[in-house]
T-cell receptor, first 111, second 115 residues
Framework: EDQVTQSPEALRLQEGESSSLNCSYTVSGLRGLFWYRQDPGKGPEFLFTLYSAGEEKEKERLKATLTKKESFLHITAPKPEDSATYLCAVQASGGYQKVTFGTGTKLQVIP | GAVVSQHPSRVICKSGTSVKIECRSLDFQATTMFWYRQFPKQSLMLMATSNEGSKATYEQGVEKDKFLINHASLTLSTLTVTSAHPEDSSFYIC???????????FGPGTRLTVL
């Protein structure tokens, strides 16, 4: 069974204080790993898809990296508007589009 | 691009009534859509996979007779909560799979409250 574990559960940062969120996964053949951002009371917003170990993707202050066992979401010089819950999900190979989500990391950036 | 809408965004109903939630992919076609349920401070729980033109595939423990799913077109899937009870109160979120982007895009969610 596919599993996704995210840590920490919650993270509080000062504005400008860089950090990383972790997503550890076990899957029977990784087809893709996804990062989403979710604001309270809203649906998840797509950030990145990573397909193979060593791959990196960037968007503004966010950079996602992938190894064979985990992914990191690096946040550089965060701003208060980066406060949200960040969700990681994996999709197994085999042609099925179902993904398995982690429980998320709730990030709070304090001015 | 890749916008998914849900309607209604919020609904309050009496126990025993049925509620229909619509999920639309506005700028792409989706042969596959997904329905999730999210409890407070928890992650998304997949309820079912909706395939255009065929029966939905339900996850273990999800009552197919209670949560009716119809995927009538490549841009529309509906979830009907039948004979709703207070324990059905939750945040329901749909997603649509874009084959072009190889990604699921999510709707804004529907907050259901059953009195």
């Amino acid at each position: 069974e596919d599993q996704v574990t995210q840590s920490p559960e919650a993270l509080r940062l000062q504005e400008g204080e860089s950090s990383s969120l972790n997503c550890s996964y076990t899957v029977s053949g990784l087809r893709g790993l996804f990062w989403y951002r979710q604001d309270p009371g809203k649906g998840p917003e797509f950030l990145f898809t990573l397909y193979s170990a060593g791959e990196e993707k960037e968007k503004e202050r966010l950079k996602a990296t992938l190894t064979k066992k985990e992914s990191f979401l690096h946040i550089t010089a965060p701003k208060p508007e980066d406060s949200a819950t960040y969700l990681c999900a994996v999709q197994a190979s085999g042609g099925y589009q179902k993904v398995t989500f982690g429980t998320g990391t709730k990030l709070q950036v304090i001015p | 691009g890749a916008v998914v809408s849900q309607h209604p965004s919020r609904v309050i109903c009496k126990s025993g009534t049925s509620v229909k939630i619509e999920c639309r992919s506005l700028d792409f076609q989706a042969t596959t859509m997904f329905w999730y349920r999210q409890f407070p401070k928890q992650s998304l729980m997949l309820m079912a996979t909706s395939n255009e033109g065929s029966k939905a595939t339900y996850e273990q423990g999800v009552e197919k007779d209670k949560f009716l799913i119809n995927h009538a077109s490549l841009t529309l899937s509906t979830l009907t909560v039948t004979s709703a009870h207070p324990e059905d109160s939750s945040f329901y979120i749909c997603s649509a799979f874009s084959g072009v982007a190889d990604t699921q895009y999510f709707g804004p969610g529907t907050r259901l409250t059953v009195l």
